[in-house]
Each structure stands twice: as C-alpha cells, then as structure tokens.
C-alpha cells in the first residue's frame, strides 16, 4: 500500500530583508492560509531545538524580530549565518496525517525556499486534509509574500518507481524530486 505524501515547494532569489520584514512576511503566510480555511487550526511555530516547545503566533508578534533571530538555520548543531534563519510552523504538535506544516529558510546568501506540507515525512498526508482550497491558498499566500524564481505542487509516494501503483500498469520511471530512485 502506497503513503501519498502531499507538499508545496518554492524558493526565490537573495533578497535582503530584516529579521522583522521576513517575520512580517511568514505570518501573512499562515494568516492567509487560515483565513482561507478557517478548520486549519491555531499554529504553533517552532522553537529551537524544534522537539517539544513551540510559542503562538501572538507571542511572536509581539517581539517579531527577536523571534526570528531567535531560530537561526542549524549546520552540525551550529548556527550558520550563511544560512539565515529556519522558521517552522505547524497546526498541532502530534505526528498526525492532519498535521500542516510551513518550513521556511530565509534571510541567507544562498537564496530562500519555503515548503508547506500535510503529514509529514514519516506520516502519509491526511486525504481530507489535502484539498484544494488549502494548497491554493497556501500557494497564492507563498508567492504573494515571497515572489519565487520557481514553486511545484507535488505528490510523493515511495517506492512509486519499483511498484505498480495501478495493476497491469508499469512503475513510474524515476525523478529527480525522489532521490531514492537515483541511488538505486
């Protein structure tokens, strides 16, 4: 049996920003998305080391940049300024198919990405939760505040290229949006 994972992906070109211009912009984000689907839940958004404690977005309005320095992009346990900052929001804390997230790292030299998903790596995505008017308004959110160079909706489901996903159907040759598959 195949576990649909469902996710969003867009990154952009270096843009300088503040620590407060780019909490500014990742709160629009998950304002938007609740406010186009009301059921989403109240987000909690990540705090270093990412394991258990979280804070709401109505604390981390109140010291927006503070916050965002607070969560700097990691390299072995390390901060790395090169990176930026690692900001991370969720509608629940549990492991849950229903679970939402928002990945974003920005503010390096690099260039910034964001992802939004349902489930997670280890946890197939909820069907009912994977709708259409959540990744519409997640993905008009994310390019609204966040202009990319490039943004994907996709599906991923393990082992797509080995197994047949429809009888009498053959795999799916591999991708480069799964890893796996090129290290066979």
């Keep these: 049996m195949s576990s649909p994972r469902y996710a969003l992906n867009a990154t952009w070109r270096v843009e300088p920003n503040s620590p407060a211009v780019l909490g500014e912009k990742y709160l629009a984000v998950l304002d938007a998305i609740t406010n186009a689907v009301p059921g989403i839940g109240k987000w909690l958004l990540g705090k270093p080391p990412y394991q258990d404690e979280c804070i709401t977005i109505d604390e981390a309005r109140t010291k927006l940049a503070a916050w965002v320095e607070d969560n700097p992009s990691l390299i072995d346990d390390a901060p790395d300024p090169e990176s930026g900052y690692m900001l991370l929001a ?24 964001i992802r939004f998903r349902v489930g997670s790596v280890t946890v197939p995505s909820d069907l009912e939760t994977v709708t259409y008017p959540l990744f519409r308004a997640a993905l008009l959110a994310i390019i609204t505040q966040f202009p990319p160079v490039w943004a994907n909706a996709y599906l991923y489901i393990e082992d797509y290229d080995i197994t047949s996903l429809v009888s009498g159907i053959p795999p799916h040759p591999g991708s480069t949006y799964n890893t796996r598959s090129l290290i066979h």
Aim: hydrophobic share 35%.
């Design 90 to 113: 969720m509608n629940m804390s549990e492991r849950s198919p229903k679970n939402v997230g928002l990945i974003a790292g920005v503010g390096g030299r690099l260039g910034d990405s």
